[in-house]
Structure formats: C-alpha cells, structure tokens
Antibody, heavy 120, light 107 residues
C-alpha cells in the first residue's frame, strides 16, 4: 500500500529549529519528487519546495530560502524537512506529498501531516 | 508569480444541489497546469482534478472541471453530506501556488 508516514507533533521556541520526517512505504522514494506543503491554523495551503530524492537536488520557495532544508535518506526511504530560526507564524501542519512521476507538479499521495507549534 | 483567486469563499447548499466553484488566475495559464484538491476537516488534501478536467483515480463522475485561460470551474453535482470540505485550486508555473479555497457546507 502506497503511503507516507510522518513524525509526530513538535513544540519549539522561537529561534529554534525543527526537523520533520516522512517515511515512504509501498514505493521507492528514488522514483518520485517529494514536496512539502504547510497549512497554518485555519488557513490555506502553502507550498515550500521539493527534493529529487534520486539526485538530492532541491527547489525552495523564495520565502523560505535560507531557512528550509529538504533532505533524504534513500536507504531508509525517508525525506526530511528542517526549518530553522522558527517564528510564531511558522506554527502550522506540515505535509509531505508525492507527485505522480517525473515532469508532474501536483500531489497524488499525502502524508497525514505534522503539527509544529512555535510557542514561548 | 501567478495568483489564484477562488470564489465564493463559502457555499452553503443542501443535499442534491450542484456546486460551482470558481478559480481565477491573475494571468493566462495552460490547462495542463490547473488542479483541484478536496480537504475535509482534519485531513490531508486529496487530488480531485488535474489538467483542468481529468478526474483523479477514484473520483466520481459527478465531479468535473472545466475552463481555460484565466477562468476555471469545479462542478460537483448531486451534492452529498460527504462533499462538505474546502476545495483548493493549484497551479505550477514559475512556482507552485494554491488558491485561497472555497468552503462547501452541505446542510
């Protein structure tokens, strides 16, 4: 069964970092781009960027440049999203998502989401 | 960056009604690049439509998408209580963007 399993909820103080994991099962990460999308409480969806797990190449939204890092460990079929210098408005549910294949830029498989709360 | 504007913000309908959700792009986009997602409360989004009008796997044929240029529409016929959700359009051009969403309430 194709699915994505994400790590559990996190609470961090402003200025700290958080690293969220996303484990793929039922398919090989190496074959698909993996994306991260976040959703602040009561708000819409915001795309953060992607990684090509095969090459390790990444593409980030300019808004997050310098603060976000998406990495992968293909040996355990996991991708990670690390966000640094956290601010209160980084409080959100963070989703990993998979596209259908090379050349596609939409999402056919989603993780359940990981709530990251930034609170002092 | 292309901005997607969805309207209305909320639709309140009764079972059996039809819903028409609008997604307007700030400039012309290709049909290939417009998608629709459904997000039920407390759940991750689910792909409904890609390429403006192609239904994703498992999406019933009472859901349809259409449009071109800057104006796109998602139609849901014979609404059922399980259609209560927020619906988002999405585009990829120079970056990947989502519309602000339309909440559909079935009462």
């Amino acid at each position: 069964q194709v699915q994505l399993v994400q790590s559990g909820a996190e609470v961090r103080k402003p200025g700290a970092s958080v690293k969220v994991s996303c484990k793929a099962s039922g398919f090989s990460l190496s074959s698909y781009y993996m994306h991260w999308v976040r959703q602040a409480p009561g708000q819409g969806l915001e795309w953060m960027g992607w990684i090509n797990p095969n090459s390790g190449d990444t593409n980030y939204v300019q808004k997050f440049q310098g603060r976000v890092s998406i990495t992968r460990d293909t040996s355990i079929n996991k991708v990670y999203m690390e966000l640094t210098r956290l601010k209160f408005d980084d409080t959100a549910v963070y989703y990993c998502a998979r596209d259908p294949g090379p050349g596609y830029d939409f999402f056919v498989v989603w993780g359940p989401g990981t709530l990251v709360t930034v609170s002092s | 960056e292309i901005v997607l504007t969805q309207s209305p913000g909320t639709l309140s309908l009764t079972p059996g009604d039809s819903a028409a959700l609008s997604c307007r792009a700030s400039q012309s986009i290709t049909n290939k690049s417009l998608r629709w997602y459904q997000q039920k409360f407390g759940q991750a989004p689910r792909l409904l439509i890609y390429g403006t009008s192609i239904r994703a796997t498992g999406v019933p044929d009472r859901v349809s998408g259409s449009g071109s240029g800057t104006d796109f529409t998602l139609i849901i016929n014979r609404l059922a209580p399980e259609d209560s959700a927020v619906y988002y359009c999405q585009h990829f051009g120079s970056s990947l963007t989502f519309g602000g969403g339309t909440k559909v309430e079935i009462k």
